[in-house]
């Protein structure tokens, strides 16, 4: 499989994984354009060692983590689109469903880089153990980590919830 393709099939996934860092759309779009550059450059670099998808997740994950220690911003809202919406759906409903996606995000961006690392990549379906490999921590690390997040994921959403008067 060609490079454009691989990047083609895998363009959700880094699309989403970069959402978690950034906020801004424009700037968003900016990191996608680092990621793929990257991903491109690295991509010959892979020796099958683990899963494709994991080793394009951490190539990924570390043009996003150089972007957060070179741009300190402050969290902004962010429109998402997943294309999760259901035909059947009521506005209300399709209301409900962007603001919960809305919280969950702007929740994990507030987490530690080593949480939000271990929380975009779990979002994406990986296993405790690609997400050890992906971020060269092992298993345990990785699970515990993602414990640790879950927590603080939970204490966030709560006071999101508290502050909206819910």
Known sequence: ?????????????LSRIVATYEADPTIQQEVMQEVSFAVWRALPKFRGE???KAFIARVAQNICLTHVRKEVRRPRSVELDYDMKSENASPEELTEKDQQRESLLTAVR???LPMKQVVS????????????????????????????????????????????GV
């Open 50 to 52: 683990g899963s494709e």
């Open 1 to 13: 499989m060609g490079i454009e393709q691989t990047l083609k099939n895998y363009s959700g996934m």
């Open 110 to 112: 507030s987490l530690p």
């Open 121 to 164: 990549l779990a979002l994406e379906g990986f296993s405790h153990k690609e997400i050890g490999t992906s971020l060269g921590i092992s298993e345990n690390n990785a699970m515990v980590r993602f414990s640790r997040a879950k927590t603080e994921l939970k204490k966030v959403l709560t006071q999101q919830i508290t502050e909206r």
